[in-house]
């Protein structure tokens, strides 16, 4: 019986232990860097991720954990499974406003989406009563659309906006499924350089300086390791500096995640920028105000309760 109690005794110290292991997708052993685990999609809103994964550092191990949709990696995000993620702006301010503690650092890119209308296709006008493909309600992609609509006179809802993987749209617009779409690149690129597409607009013309994917972090992440992030995030916007620079290496990296022909990836690279990831209160706040009169959100977080403009100057 005296061993019985005493092995009883050993699991509930182990089960207490474990209870106390960190929420985080963060590990680290002892004497070891940690590793931080952050999300991504294979587009190129992403790239600075990817510059930065190139080089090693003598403070953290980064991890990049590759995602197929918006929903699989929110959830990772969302439950710690990860310390962070490259992702829709728009997604995280929606996990936030239900309570998951996100903050908000750095912007992925600058510019770089466009809405694209199908080769049959030569105005706004002829969208009316056709289908457009978004990937998210909760995107800049679905803002932009709304805001070009409202620039030719045609309300939201004279549009079927229907959702779609952003893989599957150059296809659907090939096959005549869809009259057009808007989402992160290279899928724009690709239907331009197969000239089953053509641009309608670039997003800058629609609405300059918009907020699409940013680089966001989990809150506690944060709290526990404040100098460990100011690290990381200084590295990431030294990865988007490099890729600005849109040389060879630059072009031989981002290769190694899209699987895209060079044409088209020179397209798309040529719509985006990198530099100045900084998220600006102006700009954050046209995003808000967008999100309410579109009805997508009852009360999206403030600047201050969701951005952490500390890192980026």
């Known amino acids: 019986m005296k061993k019985v109690a005493l092995m009883m005794t050993l699991l ?11 929420e985080t997708g963060s590990t680290a ?31 953290y191990n980064l991890e990049l954990v590759k ?3 918006w929903p699989e ?39 770089g989406n466009v809405l694209i209308g199908g080769k049959d296709i030569n105005s706004v006008e ?13 995107s800049t992609h679905n803002i932009l659309l709304y805001e070009m609509l409202k620039k030719h006179g045609i309300a939201y809802d004279e549009v079927d906006v229907i959702e779609l993987p952003p893989a599957e749209m150059p296809a659907a617009l090939a096959e005549g499924r869809i009259a057009g779409y808007v989402v992160a690149e290279p899928f724009g690129a690709i239907s331009v350089a197969l000239e089953n597409g053509k641009v309608l607009y670039q997003s800058e013309e629609i609405w300059q300086d918009s907020i699409d994917c940013g680089l966001v972090l989990r809150g506690q992440f944060i709290k526990d390791n404040k100098e460990l992030a100011g690290k990381f995030v200084d590295d ?22 899209l699987t895209v022909e060079k044409n088209v990836l020179d397209i798309s690279l040529d719509w985006i920028s990198y530099d100045n990831l900084r998220i600006e209160q102006d700009s954050y706040t046209i995003l ?26």
């Open 236 to 257: 990431y916007v030294a990865g988007g500096e490099l890729a600005q620079g849109k040389d060879d290496h630059m072009h031989e990296i981002v290769g190694q995640y």
């Open 67 to 69: 995602f197929g949709s």
């Open 288 to 313: 808000r105000d967008a999100l309410l009169e579109m009805g997508l959100s009852e009360n999206p977080p403030s600047y201050e309760d969701f951005v952490d403009a500390s890192f980026v100057n």
């Open 126 to 138: 002829e969208l009316k009563g056709k289908s457009f493909a978004i990937p998210s309600r909760f």
């Open 29 to 59: 052993g002892d004497g070891e860097k940690p590793t931080i685990k952050i999300g991504y999609l294979p587009i190129t809103h992403a790239v600075p991720l990817y510059m930065q994964n190139d080089a090693k550092y003598e403070d």
């Open 73 to 111: 990696l929110m959830d990772a995000l969302n439950t710690g499974a990860i310390d962070g993620a490259s992702v829709l702006i728009q997604l995280a301010m929606n996990a936030k406003e239900k309570g998951i503690d996100l903050k908000a650092v750095a912007l992925g890119h600058r510019d």
């Open 12 to 22: 509930f110290i182990v089960l207490l232990t474990a209870c106390g292991t960190n």
